[in-house]
């Protein structure tokens, strides 16, 4: 039982601090363009000399 008394706010905090950081990526904008991936991927960009 004792150790439920640690393990439940360390796992309120880390679940926390995920939400937060899930938070912050909608913020800052990080899944604004989700079609252009998936047509960037269609295209040639060979640079590789040779």
């Not at 912050?24 to 040639?44: H, K, M, V």
Request: proline letters at 6%.
């Amino acid at each position: 039982m004792n150790v439920l008394v640690v393990l439940i706010p360390i796992s309120l905090i880390l679940g926390a601090l995920g939400l937060a950081g899930f938070i912050w990526t909608l913020r800052s904008e990080q899944y604004r363009d989700p079609d252009g991936d998936a047509a960037r991927i269609l295209l040639d960009d060979d640079d590789t000399p040779g």
